[in-house]
C-alpha cells in the first residue's frame, strides 16, 4: 500500500510496534538449527562438550574451617597429592604425583604437536597421559613419562608392541559426550599420516562402531581383560572408561569384570567431534555420576581398591578438591588441557572471525581447520603450534590445579587430598544437594535420603 | 613349571597341570627369531591360549580352546587341533594361524596382518573390522561377516551369511557358495587378474582346494566414504 | 556320576562370567499326574519345614519332603494351582520355586561353587537340566533375582544378555495378570513365555514371539519336561556353543562348560543361528 493511499485515510492503520520478543522454545539458535538442518539434511557435528548449563561443581561449596574444624598451613604443614592407580592386580601400578590425569584424546583428532606438548607437560608435573582412537604415536610415547594406552572399539592401531609399551591399559566402553556411541573423524581430517594408522583410505569419513568387536558384556568383557592380561605378562593396570549413564551398575560389572580403576566421564566430557544431540541429551553430569559409583565400590568393598578417576568438565582446583571430597580417587582433564595448550586463544581472534567463530566460542573441531594448530591435521597450521611452549602452558595449569587442590584441602584440615570428603561439602541448590548427596547449605538436608 | 621334551625340539606344555599365564609368560620369554616348536596339551576351551605371541614358532594346540586363542599374534604359526571359541587370532599382526574345527564369533576380528586359516566353519562377523589381515575359511561364515572390513581379503569357500560386508571400507571378499544377504554399501564387484592371482594365492596357502573361477568377489561401492544426504537411509 | 555332578562342574566353569549368584533347574523322579512337586524357597534359615509339610499333608495329601539348603521339595495330591494357591495363603513367606511333574528349581545369590556345595548337587540324579551363574547387570542381587524363572508347568528359563524394553513390557503384563516379584529383565522375558503359553501358544510360538516383542541382546535356554529350547537374538552378540554326542546333548556359553562333560572331545559341535528356536525332545524309551 502506498504512502499516498495511507494519507489520504483510506485503508487500515500503521501496526503498532511492539518489542522483539525471543522464544526460550524456539530461541535464536534453535531457529537457526532448524534452518541449517532444512538446508543440509544431516545433523550437525561439532566438538566440545556439552554447553547447556546442567548442575555441577559449581554448585558445591566447601566447609572451610571454623572453632570446630582446625585449618592446615601453608607450606610447612605438608597437604600431600599423590595417587597410586591401578594396585588391584598389576605389578606395576601408576605413581602419580597429582591426582590429575590428561584424558584420552586421539592422534587425528589433535595434531601430532599438541600430542607431544601433553606428554611434555603432563611429565614436568609427574602424571600420565591416555592415547584416543587412533593408537599411540611415538611422539606421545616419547614425551609422557606415563602412557595409557586405550583399547576403543575401532581398535585403530591397535597392537601388542604399544599395549606392551603402555604403562597401562584403558578399556573404553563409551565416554561422557556419548555413551552409546562411537568415534567419529571427518575426511578432511584423515591425513595421509592418520590414514596409515588407521588402516583407512584417506580423505574419507571415518565411520564408527560403537561395540567391541569381539566382546559385548560385562561377563565377556571379563575375558577380554583376561587376554590382555595374559598378552602384557600381569605387568599393567587394566582401567575401564565408562560414560555417566548408569554409573551405579557399571561401576559394579567393572569392577566384577576385574577392573583397576574406573574411569568415568559425565557429560560436559569432550569430544573431537559427535552429534550435537548426542552431546547435549545423552549422558548424566559429572555430578550426579560420581555418588553412584562411589556407593557401588563401597558396596563391594572396593572404594581406594578399585581407583574411580572422574572426568566431564573439570576446570580448576575447586573441581579437582570436589570430585575427590565426592569420592573420586583422581580427575582427568581433557578440554581443559586443550585450553591450557592454547585452544581458543584470544591472540586468533582475527583467524578465528575467518572461518565464522570467535575465541571462547570455537567448537568445529571436526572441521580441522582450527589456527591454534591443535584440532587440525593440516601440517600448516599444525606447525604453529609450539609443543615445548604448549608443554610448559600446561604443566603451569596443573600446578595451578594442583596447588588450588591443596589450598583447599589444607583450609578443610587435611594433610592429604583424599582425605577430603563429602561432609566438607554443601550445595547451593536442591538439585546439586540431591545429585551430590550433601546438605542444601545452612540445613541438614538431603533430598531423597534424609526426608 | 613342568615342561618335557619329547623330541628333541618340542616343548610340551600341558594346561592340565601348568597354570595359563605361565605358558604365556613362557611364550614371551622366548627370543625373537626362535624357531621352536611347542605343543599345549589339554585346553579344554581355556581362553587366551598362547595370546601375544612375537616369534617364528610353531605351535600346536591339541585340543578345543576358548576365546581369544593366538590373540595378536605376531611371526609364529599357531595350529589349533579342535575348535576355537570367540575372538580366534583377534588384532593379529603376522604369522599363521590354523583351527582344524570351527570357529566361533569375531574370528580373526581387527586382524592387521598374516592369514587366518578355519577349516571348519567360521560364525558370526568372521573378520569384523579386519585391517589387513587375510582369512581363508574352508566352509561357511555366520552373519555380519566383514562388517566395517577394511583391509585385507576374506575367502569364503562355502556360504556366507546375512549382511555380508556391512560398511565395508576397502577389503577384498571372494565368496564361492551363496551369500544370504550383503550389507550397506557391498556390492559384487568384477574379479581382474590382480584379484584372481590374490585369491589363488591364497587359496593355494590355505590348502584349500578350490578355483578361483569358482568364487564371486564382493567390496564397496564407495557411496558411504563422505556424507550424502541421499544415503542417510543406509546409516 | 549324577546328572547333577555333571552339571555342577558345568556351573563351576562359567563361575568367572557368573559370580553373583547360581541356579539349577533339574528334571527328575516324575510324578504320577494327579500330583504336583512343588519346590519351595523360605529365606528363614530357621525355617520350620516339619511344620509346613504336616499342614500340606493335612490339607490335600504331601509326600515326604525333601530339604536342600534353603529350598525344599515336595509332591502333593492336587493340582498345580490348588496347591500353589493354598500355599500362598497359608505359608506367604515361602516362595514356589517352580511346580510340574518333574521340575524342581534351586537357585541363591553368591558364588556358584558356594551354590554347588550347600545344595550337594552331586547327588542328584535325572533327566536333564539348566544351570545359570549370574552377573547381575540391572537388578539386585538376590534370590528372587537369580534364574532360572519358573515360566510355568514344568517349564523355567535362563539368559544370558540384557534386554532394553522389559520395563514397558512388564507394565502390559502385569495388566494381563502376570505377576513379578523382581525388576530384573529376565523375569520379564520369563512372564512374556507364561503369558503366551496360557494364551494357547505352543512354547515354539511363544519363543518366536520373543524375536517380535522382545528387545535387546539375549541367549535364552528354555527347560521343558521332556528336553530343552535355545533361541538366540536376531543380533546374536551373546555367545552359545551347541554340542551332541549319542549320549547326550548340551549347550552352554562357553566351550569349556562342555569341555568337562564325558566325551566331549569327540562331540559334534555347532553354534545356534540367531533368530532361530531349536529344540530337543526326549524319546520315550
Known sequence: ?451 | MAMVESAPAVIEVDLAVTPLRELNAALHRVSGDDRGSWRVLNPRGAHAVAVGVDAPLEIDVEGHVGYYCAGMNKQATVRVHGNAGVGLAENMMSGTVVVEGNASQSAGATGRGGLLVVRGSAAARCGISMKGVDIVVHGSVGHMSAFMAQKGCLVVCGDAGEALGDSIYESHLYVRGSVAGLGADCIEKEMGEHHVAELSDLLERAEAGFEASEFRRYGSARTLYNFDVDNAGAY | MALGGHLAEMLLQLGDRGPDSAGLAIYRDRVPSGSTKVTLHSADPRQDWDRVHSALDAGMGAGALEVRASHAVVVVDTDAETATSWLSERFPELRVMSAGEAIEIYKEAGLPREFVERFDLASMSGTHGLGHTRMATESKVTTDGSHPFSTGLDLCLVHNGSLSNHNRLREQLRAEGIEFQTLNDTEVAAGYLTWRLREGASLEAALEGCLEDLDGFYTFAVGTVDGFAVLRDPIACKPAVMAETDEWVAMASEYRAIAVLPGADDARMWEPEPGTVYSWERQPV
Open chain 1, 1 to 451: 500500500m502506498t504512502a499516498d493511499a495511507h494519507r489520504s485515510g483510506a485503508g487500515p492503520p500503521a501496526p503498532s510496534r511492539t518489542a522483539l520478543r525471543e522464544g526460550a522454545i524456539f530461541d535464536r539458535r534453535v531457529i537457526a538449527e532448524i534452518q541449517r538442518a532444512a538446508n543440509e539434511g544431516i545433523y550437525d557435528i561439532r566438538g566440545f562438550g556439552a554447553k547447556r548449563p546442567v548442575p555441577h561443581f559449581d554448585d558445591l561449596l566447601f566447609l572451610g574451617a571454623s572453632v570446630s574444624r582446625y585449618p592446615l598451613e601453608g607450606y610447612r604443614e605438608r597437604c600431600d597429592s599423590d595417587v597410586v592407580l591401578g594396585a588391584r592386580n598389576a605389578e606395576k601400578p601408576l605413581h602419580l604425583k597429582i591426582p590429575i590425569t590428561i584424558a584420552g584424546m586421539s592422534f587425528g583428532a589433535l595434531s601430532a604437536p599438541a600430542k607431544e606438548a601433553l606428554g611434555r607437560g603432563a611429565s614436568a608435573v609427574g602424571t600420565c597421559t591416555t592415547t584416543g582412537d587412533g593408537g599411540m604415536t611415538p611422539e606421545e610415547r616419547g614425551h609422557s613419562q606415563l602412557l595409557v594406552y586405550q583399547l576403543l572399539p575401532s581398535r585403530y592401531g591397535m597392537n601388542p608392541d604399544d599395549l606392551r609399551k603402555a604403562d597401562a591399559i584403558e578399556i573404553v566402553v563409551g565416554q561422557g559426550a556419548k555413551p552409546g556411541g562411537g568415534g567419529m573423524l571427518l575426511g578432511q581430517k584423515i591425513s595421509d599420516r592418520v590414514a596409515e594408522m588407521r588402516d583407512l583410505p584417506k580423505g574419507i569419513d571415518q565411520r564408527s562402531a560403537c561395540r567391541h568387536p569381539d566382546w559385548t558384556g560385562p561377563d565377556d568383557m571379563e575375558i577380554k581383560i583376561g587376554e590382555l592380561r595374559e598378552i602384557t605378562d600381569w605387568q599393567k593396570p587394566i582401567f575401564v572408561k565408562i560414560g555417566g549413564s548408569r554409573p551405579y551398575y557399571d561401576t559394579a560389572l567393572a569392577v566384577k569384570a576385574g577392573a583397576d580403576v574406573v574411569v568415568l566421564d559425565g557429560m560436559q566430557g569432550g569430544t573431537a567431534a559427535t552429534q550435537e544431540v548426542f552431546i547435549e541429551h545423552v549422558g548424566i553430569p559429572t555430578l550426579s555420576a560420581i555418588p553412584p559409583a562411589v556407593e557401588s565400590l563401597k558396596e563391594l568393598g572396593m572404594h581406594r581398591k578399585v581407583q574411580l578417576v572422574v572426568s566431564g568438565g573439570i576446570r580448576s582446583g575447586a573441581d579437582v578438591a570436589k570430585a575427590l571430597a565426592l569420592g573420586a580417587d583422581a580427575v582427568s582433564i581433557g578440554v581443559a588441557a586443550l585450553i591450557a595448550l592454547g585452544d581458543n586463544a584470544p591472540e586468533l581472534a582475527d583467524e578465528y572471525a575467518q572461518i565464522g567463530s570467535a575465541p571462547g566460542f570455537y567448537d568445529d573441531w571436526h572441521e580441522g581447520r582450527d589456527p591454534a594448530g591443535i584440532s587440525t591435521q593440516d601440517d600448516e597450521l599444525a606447525a604453529r603450534f609450539d609443543p615445548a611452549l604448549g608443554g610448559r602452558r600446561l604443566a603451569n595449569f596443573l600446578r595451578t590445579m594442583t596447588l588450588e587442590t591443596q589450598t583447599l584441602a589444607r583450609a578443610c584440615g587435611k594433610s592429604h587430598v583424599h582425605n577430603l570428603e563429602p561432609e566438607d561439602l554443601v550445595a547451593l541448590t536442591i538439585e546439586a544437594a540431591a545429585m551430590a548427596r550433601v546438605p542444601l547449605a545452612g540445613t541438614s538436608w538431603v533430598p531423597g535420603l534424609s526426608d
